[in-house]
């Protein structure tokens, strides 16, 4: 299994900072999802990247897909205690809608 | 109007009993799955059902059996619970790249 890893793993900051968060896999793919997860609820898609080097934003939160279609960041402007939440990456193989979901991140946002 | 439900929301039972998680979507979409997502909060596909037609099944003991009696349900029954199946185990349905996820049914066997 090819695994997607995220880093970092936990990131707890103070409101109002910004930050990046990676997703990277050593093999290339079709497509790739950035979901979030709040407690006790489960995973809500964000946005999906299609094309290497494709930028998409949502308000305050860029997404980037990597050149060679392997790698993908998020990045937060201004955080809020709003964001907080698991942040997985997943991606999709090439021929089929099967997801494989990252390691995922815990972001933590402190007011 | 709720999207994708699982019943119940919690579990508790005792190792080697048989339980029944149920899933419903109301989106009119043709493939649905089941997840586990354990401590870590590593979420890894177990099945995958299109048109009531099993099209993934990732390496899942045969315990779990999962059963689609149409294609806005995909219910997932675990026989002879262990220890480590103690997890969130979630449904989701799909009609294309999107998937919707249910709330999870949050397993624990002791």
């Known amino acids: 299994t090819q695994l997607l890893e995220q880093s970092p793993q936990f990131l707890s900051i103070q409101e109002g900072e910004n930050l990046t968060v990676y997703c990277n896999s050593s093999s290339v793919f079709s497509s790739l999802q950035w979901y979030r997860q709040e407690p006790g609820e489960g995973p809500v898609l964000l946005v999906t990247v299609v094309t290497g080097g494709e930028v998409k934003k949502l308000k305050r939160l860029t997404f980037q897909f990597g050149d060679a279609r392997k790698d993908s960041s998020l990045h937060i402007t201004a955080a809020q205690p709003g964001d907080t939440g698991l942040y997985l990456c997943?991606?999709?193989?090439?021929?089929?809608?099967?997801?494989?979901f990252g390691t995922g991140t815990r972001l933590t946002i402190i007011p | 109007d709720t999207a994708v439900s699982q019943t119940p929301k919690y579990l508790v039972t005792q190792m080697g009993n048989d339980k029944s998680i149920k899933c419903e979507q109301n989106?009119?979409?043709?493939?649905m799955y089941w997840y586990k997502q354990d401590s870590k909060k590593f979420l890894k596909i177990m099945f995958s059902y299109n048109n009531k037609e099993l099209i993934i099944n990732e390496t899942v003991p045969n315990r779990f059996s999962p059963k689609s009696p149409d294609k806005a349900h995909l219910n997932l029954h675990i026989n002879s619970l262990e220890l480590g199946d103690s997890a969130v185990y979630f449904c989701?349905?799909?009609?294309?790249?999107?998937?919707?996820f249910g709330p999870g049914t949050r397993l624990t066997v002791l």
């Open positions: 989701a349905s799909s009609q294309g790249r999107e998937q919707f």
């Open positions: 989106l009119g979409h043709d493939t």
């Open positions: 997943a991606r999709a193989n090439f021929g089929n809608e099967k997801l494989t």
